[in-house]
């Protein structure tokens, strides 16, 4: 729950730092000066690639917390616990053994998004956010009848 606030604290900042810069934006576009007018321009562009992104990634979260409640209530979450390492980080030959189970069953139904959410679940118990995040993208783009990239 204090993840969810945090990232709604963060989007409220986000839309009223958006709304001063817009403002500031068409203040300079509306100027005689071409190079000041530019920059109005690029002003009031890249503040709408970041607010795309952040939109982007709040849809990315929904989906995969919509996923995530359907795999819980059918008790179908990964049940293995990766050994840590004393410095906190999971410990690599234990997470192989973890992931071997989530990898044949990915391989045996690569267009389940079960499968695919189960082993971005292993990912992120085991700190590879990279290879999580791209599991639950393709989870997610199954469960919605749509071809993975």
């Known amino acids: 729950m204090k993840t969810r606030i945090a990232a709604l604290v963060m989007v409220a900042l986000l ?6 810069v817009i403002n500031y934006a068409t203040i300079l ?4 000066e071409p190079v000041v007018n530019a920059m109005g321009w690029a002003l009031l562009v890249l503040p709408l690639i970041g607010f795309w992104a952040l939109a982007a990634e709040m849809f990315f979260i929904v989906r995969a917390e919509r996923l995530l409640a359907t ?35 990915t391989e045996a139904e690569p267009s389940s998004w079960r499968t695919w959410l189960r082993l971005g679940i292993a990912y992120d118990a085991a700190g590879d956010r990279g290879r ?4 639950t993208r393709r989870a997610i783009a199954l469960s919605r009848g749509k071809t993975p990239r």
């Open 132 to 135: 999580a995040r791209w599991a």
């Open 71 to 105: 795999l819980t209530a059918e008790g179908a979450l990964p049940d293995e616990v990766v050994e840590l390492l004393p410095s906190g980080r999971p410990d690599p030959a234990a997470a192989d053994r973890a992931f071997d189970r989530y990898r044949t069953e």
């Open 15 to 20: 839309t009223i730092y958006l709304i001063f």
């Open 29 to 32: 576009i509306r100027a005689a």
